[in-house]
Every structure is written in C-alpha cells, then in structure tokens.
C-alpha cells in the first residue's frame, strides 16, 4: 500500500451532535491505533498485569474480527523491569534504565505474544526511536515493515520505543508513548487513535471533584482546552493529560479523530467502535493532510523559528501563499537550507512548520526585502520563497 496523497475532509459535520459523530467516526473507522500506558497493563509494584493484558488481546482479536486493523503502542518495559528485578523503584542512572527496559521489553513482548495466541492473533515488535521518524528513508521503512505486518500478514504490531538506546541528548526519544503514538497514527495515516489511559477521559476540573464532568466531545483543541489541565497558580500540568492533549492535537491536525479513555475498565474499545460514548472524542481539523505534509509537519522537531508579520500569516493560513522574504520579522536559532522551522506570529505563537530554503543566517541578511532585492544581497536568488507553499503545513488557525 502507497502513501495517500490526496486530502480528503472528514464525512461528519462539526456542528453535528455527538452521538452522531460517534457513530459515522466507528463506522468509517478502518484503521485504528490504540495506546495504553504503563499503569493500564501493571500493578502499581511494577509487575505485568496479566489479567489486564488477556483482556486487551481479547478487545482488539474482537475488533479486528470486524474487519479493522490494530496497532497497538505499549508502554510498561521499564515498569516490568522494575518489577521482575524487585527494584524499590525507576532507576535515575541511564545504563541501569535502559538495562532495566531491556529485561522489561522481553516479559511484556512474552505477555502479549501469549495472550494474543490464545485467540489465534500473531503479534510483531517495532521498536522505534525519534532519528527513525525524522529521517525520510528510515520512516518510510517503518511505515513499510509496518503496513507488511497489518496487511499482508493480518498481524498485530506492538510498538515501544527503544526505551535500551534512546537518549534524550541526542534527540532520539520521543518524550512520553502518547506522542509516539500519535507519530505512529500519523505515519500510518489511521483513522483513529484511541488512548487508553488511568483516567476515563477530559474532565471540566479535577477528576476527583464531585462538580467535575467528563467532556465527551472537544471540538477543536484549543488553550481553553489546554488550561483545563493546567493549574491555575503556576501554569504547570497537572498529571499526564497534556502530553495526551498534544498528542490528540498532532492526530486532529493532521484530519483523524483521537479518544482518551480509561484502559482499567475492560470493553472500552468494543464500545468505541460500536460508537457508543466512551471517553473524550476529538474531532479532527478539516481535510486529511497529505503524507509527505504529515512527516515534515507533524513528526519533526523544529531546528527553529521564524518569526512573521501578520499580512504573511494571513497569506499563508487564509490564501494558500508561500512565506516571503518581506513578510519576515525576525530568526530564532540556527539551521540549515532543508530543516524544519516554525513559523510564529510576533506574539510568539507557531501556526504553521515548514522546510525551508535559506539558512538562519541567509534569512536574517535578506528579511523584510522584496523578492528582486535577494540577489543584490546574497549575490544570487536561488529561491524566491523562502518556504514554498508545497513544504508548508498550518498547524494552528487563529
């Protein structure tokens, strides 16, 4: 199966009730990917959950046997470590971790193997680490070894990242399952990502106030949405839901639909795909993005920012335009031709990312110029935009 490379908007309207949506979201739901962290599928001493694990494999052989496809991303290596080495706690030094993951991976990968045996399912390991998804050709690969496992030989694939050599210092984690999840709901171009978590979805304050409510549909992630789990006094998160939240915010930008639910409460995903209201559902933004647009966009970290005027924001959001010399303001950082940049209004706020064809250095020299005074500065004009619309992704409309 070829990447899609046409966009296409989702069938349900945004205006339409959530009950609706619900229900056209399951229906057209052909490819799923489901995410559950490490307190879903372990007791709190760290050990696997079996129990828990049968019932999982039990969920995903029942959806699978309507047709759909499953990928599955797990956390729980470390913690299973922990566990099987009676360890008083997570190690802090990185070799003993990554060993600890190690020992871990190879009781949880056990697990499941086992429990999806019992229904006749066959699992496979990806392990993944943040250079494979920002390298195009090693993506690519991924995405390739992936869809063989789905397609071709109806697997389920199971997905950590590579907890044994990630290392944040040199860009190679992911920072948290969640995001790695939506990167891989990305790169699969699924319809759906669904978070199993320890709490039963988005509540309107602290889940455990009595006058908190679940919200069973967000619309549009917004920071509205962002400070319902924030505190108030500091502005830091509170708990784990915000990296949930920018996960959903990667998966709805790039036009499918996330759910946050509760993976401690068994049939959750046989209610989902029946379009029963289960957790928080997320509503994707507009048409599907392309999936060249979803790698560059959505994958990548940024090497910097660019900051622009606001007639180059509106061109760029409203009409489609390619981001000129003239509309730039200002550079944050340093990067070559070919990295990925933010784009960011004069408040600081990113909109759009996007690869671009001037240095940092270049663009400082040549920003607020026409097109025809490139030349005269730099000695030659190799390119009129300094983002072509075509290596341009908006990420957040105003």
Known sequence: MGEKTSE????????????????????????????????V???????????????????????????????????????????????????????????????GQSLLMQAYDEHFRNHGDIVGQILLTADVIENRTSYLNARNTLL???????????????????????????????????????LLQADLLVLLSDVEGLFSGDPSDPQSQLIPLVRKIDDSVFALVRDKKTGLSKGGMESKLRAAQIVTTAGANAIIASGKQPGALKKIIAGEPVGTLFFAQGATVKARKRWFGLSIQPRGRIIVDAGARQAIEKRGKSLLPA???????????????????????????????????DIRRIRGLRTRQIAQVLGWLPYEEIIHRDNLLVTRSA
């Open 41 to 103: 599928v372990t007791h709190p001493d760290g050990r696997l959950n079996q129990e828990r694990i049968a019932q999982l494999a039990e969920e995903i052989h029942a959806v699978r046997a309507t047709g759909r496809k499953v990928a599955l991303v797990s956390s729980g290596a470390v913690g299973a470590g922990v566990g099987r080495l009676g360890l008083p706690g997570r190690p802090t030094n990185l070799a003993d971790l990554q060993a600890v993951a190690a020992i």
């Open 148 to 186: 063989a496992l789905l397609n071709r030989f109806d697997a389920v694939p199971i997905i950590n990242e590579n907890d044994t050599v990630a290392v944040e210092e040199l860009r190679m984690t992911f920072g948290d399952n969640d995001r790695l999840a939506a990167l891989v709901t990305n």
């Open 8 to 39: 296409t908007s989702a069938t349900a309207s945004p205006s339409a009730s959530p009950d609706l949506i619900r229900r056209e979201i399951a229906t057209e739901t052909k490819l799923l990917v489901v995410k559950v962290g490490t307190r």
């Open 327 to 361: 509309g730039v303001v200002d550079v944050v950082g340093q990067f070559h031709k070919g990295d990925l940049v933010s784009l960011c209004d004069c408040d600081g706020c990113e909109f759009a990312r996007g690869l671009t064809n001037y240095s940092a250095e």
